[in-house]
């Protein structure tokens, strides 16, 4: 296998965590990933697949509704309104004890979206969904995450989710735009590759800078994955994304997780429109 360069992880202090959540942020820190089994019903990973079907239809009957992920796939950013479960994911114990154990206890909740990689969708280029920020490359911290839902059981066909763990901490030499590795790399990321293959109901955490790519869904059926980004103060994601919440949303939230939203409180939410992307330029519009 090709050594790489990588940043050297200093992970944060475990002693004040139950064992849980310290067992994610090693997992983090080591493999750059980490999931739970059934942390919501079938049930609840249903209403979110009708929520995205919803959204979806509505983003595509728009220009710039749906921003391109490769052939086949898109990737559509949504409002907390849009989805029945939101309040329920972003207060669930774990996610909070691992946002506040990775990010601090002034984590940000940023950016809620899907990516669906519908029939037909191909392999897509390995990459990170950003450059790895300074703060990582200097200090070995990450300093923000991404939550994955399945919407759907996942079966081989359906083009999982691959991962490449310890990834996360590669230095981008030889990347293009600083998220996607020179084709001489992957043999490295095959190497280290694991498929996901969630159900509905669980869900993941993980680094995006960890190098991850979808793969070619030859089945029949679409695979709609939720993305919940966090990020740490300063951490500079928030800027891309345009995620809103309505006055009266806002006050329906507990304290707790009102203190986590930095987006503008609203009388009326606006479609989002979806921001150009260097993804969108890497992989092709669907
Ligand atoms: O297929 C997936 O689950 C993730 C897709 C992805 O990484 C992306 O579109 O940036």
């Known amino acids: 296998m090709n050594t790489v360069e990588q940043a050297t992880p200093q ?5 004040n965590l139950d064992a849980d959540t310290a067992a994610t942020v090693q997992a983090l820190y080591r493999e750059g990933a980490d999931g739970r089994k059934g942390l ?5 990973a249903d209403r979110l697949r009708e929520d995205i079907e919803a959204a979806y239809a509505e983003a595509l009957g728009r220009p710039g ?6 052939t086949n796939r898109h990737y559509v950013e949504i409002h907390p309104e849009q989805m029945r479960g939101w309040l329920e994911l972003v207060d669930h114990p ?5 946002c506040h154990a990775v990010l601090g206890p002034d984590y940000q909740i940023i950016e809620l979206g899907f990516d669906v990689p519908n029939p037909g969708a191909k392999d897509q280029p390995w990459h990170r969904d950003f450059a790895m920020p300074d703060e990582t490359k200097d200090t070995g911290r990450l300093t923000s995450l991404a939550f994955n839902v399945t919407a759907v059981d996942t079966e081989e066909d359906m083009g999982p989710f691959e991962i490449a763990p310890t990834t996360q901490w590669d230095l ?3 990347f293009e735009h600083e998220m996607f590795p020179a084709e001489s790399l992957y043999p490295r990321f095959a190497e280290l590759a694991v498929r996901k293959y969630p159900k509905r109901g669980d869900v993941s955490v993980r680094s995006a800078l960890t190098v991850h790519r979808g793969t070619a869904n030859t089945s029949s059926k679409a695979r709609p994955v939720l993305v919940l980004g966090v990020d740490a103060p300063g ?12 006055h009266g949303f806002y006050d329906s939230l507990p304290d707790r997780v009102r203190q986590h939203l930095v987006c503008p ?3 009326r939410l606006t479609p989002i429109t979806q921001k150009h992307s260097i993804e969108g330029l890497m992989m092709g519009d669907a």
């Open 11 to 15: 992970t944060p202090g475990l002693e």
């Open 40 to 44: 919501f019903s079938a049930e609840w």
């Open 65 to 70: 509704g749906a921003v391109g992920r490769g």
């Open 94 to 98: 774990w996610v909070r004890a691992v």
């Open 172 to 174: 981008p030499v030889g």
């Open 235 to 246: 951490a500079g994601n928030a800027e891309h994304h345009d995620m809103a919440v309505t």
């Open 265 to 267: 409180v609203v009388d």
